[in-house]
């Protein structure tokens, strides 16, 4: 019990300096005294009760120009963490441009979910490893994708799955978790109804963008942009990409994906949104003259127009260091 409460006042003195996010060697004190003194997570309500109205306030607070993402995330996350009972796990498809949010809204859900957020043994990321492989190594690679999601669902049902770049994985490798995703009560013993799978791609981003110039174009407000309006262009045939084609196309047909979640480009003022709450995230005064510096060095699109950020709010971070 000592070891736990030097623990914890270590972590509150450590939190509460501003310094810390600062710089990254305190974060990784930070981490180096989590792993010492914390007890180990397990899988209960101690370490796992999602936070409906955290979720919501992060969704208004810190993700900007995502009206349609914000509320289909928050309705379907709250819908499903409130069944005790659901019928599969939940599975949501995010599509955009880099720099949209899409991976800060993992984040956001895995916060309000996990004690320990996005760094619990409970969220996994899996990326570039599950790109397009030796087909000698294919196998491996299938095998193992498929152990460690059942040995993780195995030792922890409400485990999160974030699939970044979902459109260059390898198309068999998505046939390998397509019956996780599904209906069955059980498969080999393991149920997987209290998992969440997040798939991250691009694909689709150009058509959203495209609608999202075209509001533009006809002065008309982006709010009034409605999930409708893109719907059509998730579905497969928008896909020309022959890869993410595949892969969408298969867990459409098969009703797999829960919610298709359109990200819209950002314009110049969510930039500077951006910047103010990386700003004040690090303990920053914030500054709207930095923050406005800092939006108009980036590069917009379309180049007669100027209209979006071609990096969204991608690049915020590191560029801050050159202003402040
Ligand atoms: C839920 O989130 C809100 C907003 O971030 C926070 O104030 C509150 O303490 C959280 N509740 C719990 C039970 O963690
Ligand atoms: C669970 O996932 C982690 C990576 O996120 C992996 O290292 C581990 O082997 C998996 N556990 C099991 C039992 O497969």
Redesign the pocket.
Known sequence: MKALQLYMLLHIILTASVVVNTFSPFQDFKNLLRKIFNPEESCDSTWI?F?A??LE??LESKLFGQHIASGIILKAVSGFMSDENPKKPLVLSLHGRTGTGKNFVSKLIAK?IYKNGEDSSFVHVLTSELHYSHQSKFDIYKAELQQRIKGNVTSCARSMFIFDEMDQMHPGLIDTIKPFLGYHSKLDGVSYRKAIFIFLSNAGGESITQTALDFWRNGQDREEIRLKDLETLLSVSAFNNKNSGLWHSSLIDKNLVDFFVPFLPLEYRHVVQCAMVEMRARGLQPDLNVADQVAKDLIYFPKSEEVFSAQGCKTICRRLHNYT
């Open positions: 009760s936070n109205s955290g306030a992060d309000n």
